[in-house]
């Protein structure tokens, strides 16, 4: 069974200040995903990270894959205002000769908030 | 494009009732999901339907049923709804299931169950 940690699951912080959270999953995977949601909105998806060392860049926001580690982490730079919501990171299973159809694991998802 | 549509945005219900959530898309995918969101939870997967004719259960299906209606629709019922069903419901696709870079959600549908 699959299963995702991310860690912290609430960061207040500061704004102008850096940030990392991360992602921890339990079983082989070569895709995992990053969403923002914002209170009562659907999931926005943020970044597609498809192999080890994949890393990716938007505005403040930076993700990174180490599969090998089975951790994913998603930097935050600067942080604004505006970056304050949850975060999830999502792991789809790898199977050998098969195929997972797509179906994607979450972690509990990190609140974040962004504080002048 | 609307991208992934979902009826009712509301819905309350009484202990006991039915209901059906209706989802679609517009975007030619294959593969189509149902998740539960509940609180410090994340989104567990309930149904899916990795092509047009196919479904299979997930993670928590109990108390749910699922029907691939054609390519665009895939629909979610409540046969009797429990207060432990109490929850947002999203729908989601992608094109692909295995080559697929990325899944598209739906903007939900909150379900309260008294």
């Known amino acids: 069974e699959l299963k995702v940690e991310q860690n912290p699951l609430f960061l207040s912080m500061q704004e102008g200040k850096n940030y990392t959270i991360y992602c921890n999953y339990s079983?082989?995977?070569?895709?995992l995903y990053w969403y923002r949601q914002d209170p009562g909105k659907s999931l926005e998806s943020l970044f597609v990270?498809?192999?080890?060392?994949a890393v990716k860049q938007e505005g403040r926001l930076m993700a990174s894959l180490d599969t090998k580690a089975r951790l994913s982490t998603l930097h935050i730079t600067a942080a604004v205002h505006d970056l304050s919501a949850t975060y999830f990171c999502?792991?789809?299973?790898?199977?050998?000769?098969?195929?997972?159809?797509?179906?994607?694991?979450f972690g509990q998802g990190t609140i974040l908030t962004v504080h002048p | 494009n609307a991208g992934v549509t979902q009826t009712p945005k509301f819905q309350v219900l009484k202990t006991g009732q039915s209901m059906t959530l209706q989802c679609a898309q517009d975007m030619n995918h294959n593969s189509m999901y149902w998740y539960r969101q509940d609180p410090g939870m994340g989104l567990r997967l309930i149904y899916y339907?990795?092509?047009?004719?196919?479904?299979d259960k997930g993670e928590v299906p109990n108390g749910y049923n699922v029907s691939r209606l054609n390519k665009r629709e895939f629909s979610l019922r409540l046969e009797s709804a429990a207060p432990s069903q109490t929850s947002v419901y999203f729908c989601a696709s992608n094109l692909q299931g295995y080559f697929s870079n990325e899944q598209f959600f739906g903007p939900g549908t909150r379900l309260t169950v008294l």
């Open positions: 999502a792991v789809v299973i790898s199977y050998a000769g098969g195929t997972s159809y797509g179906k994607l694991t």
């Open positions: 990270l498809l192999s080890n060392g």
């Open positions: 339907s990795a092509s047009e004719g196919t479904t």
């Open positions: 079983t082989t995977s070569d895709r």
